[in-house]
């Protein structure tokens, strides 16, 4: 009866808990360091440092890696800034599955566009433009500041409902595993990739893709 008592009070902190931290925005990224951070598949932040109170990436570092969130997050709403350099290119990957299985982030991460939307080379499509759930559908065009410019977003993930905001205005309203979804997955170079999606739990990473770019205000909210 005891050891049966024990187990149930454990439980019950540990739904406590849990249910504690859903509707309490938690500071994901400090100002000064990189706690809570760590380069995808690595144990240091790699080629990520804190300048001027923002996670920056320096793209001539040696071994290039996404900087990932050490915790795991299902259902919250994530709100931070980024600014790029001209003709950068990034992502905020969500929903990532950390195996050395699996090389790179977007292998299993889901994707909020970061881009240079006038000068970098990868404008050409709708749907790799900032703020789009990139390579399936499209943010207006006008949504993104320039580059050089802090962008502020808000990313909502609740039970596979994905919502967008870039700079105030919803940018992308889906639901994952919807007619839309899928139609929307059929056409994307993601059709095929096994990995792709299928993590509702994961870390939250930010993308090293050969540009200066900068995130600061990253907080998260569970839901």
């Known amino acids: 009866m005891k050891k049966l008592l024990l187990t149930a009070f454990a439980f019950t902190a ?55 969130t050490d915790g795991e997050y299902e259902n919250y709403e994530l709100t931070l800034d980024w600014k790029i350099a001209e003709g950068g290119n990034s992502g905020i990957i969500f929903g990532v599955h950390e195996d050395t299985t699996l090389k790179a982030t977007y292998a299993s991460g889901i994707e909020m566009q970061v881009l240079d939307n006038e000068k970098a080379e990868d404008n050409k499509k709708a749907n790799h433009l900032a703020g789009s759930l990139y390579d399936m559908k499209a943010a207006p065009a006008t949504a993104a500041k320039p580059a050089g410019q802090w962008n502020a977003v808000k990313l909502r ?49 930010l993308q090293q893709h050969g540009a200066v770019v900068a995130y600061k205000n990253i907080k998260i909210k569970q839901l």
Do not use: C
């Open 14 to 68: 540990l739904s406590y808990s849990a249910f504690a931290q859903a509707g309490k925005t938690q500071t994901l990224f400090d100002g000064k360091t990189t706690k809570g951070w760590h380069g995808y598949l690595r144990t240091d932040a790699g080629p990520w440092s804190v300048v001027d109170g923002a996670l920056q990436l320096d793209p001539k570092a040696p071994n290039q890696a996404d900087l990932v």
């Open 157 to 205: 993930k609740d039970n596979g409902h994905l919502t967008f905001w870039l700079n105030g205005k919803e940018v992308i309203n889906v639901q994952m595993g919807s007619p839309e979804w899928q139609e929307l997955l059929n056409n994307s170079k993601f059709k095929t990739w096994k990995n792709f999606a299928k993590y509702p739990k994961g870390h939250i990473a």
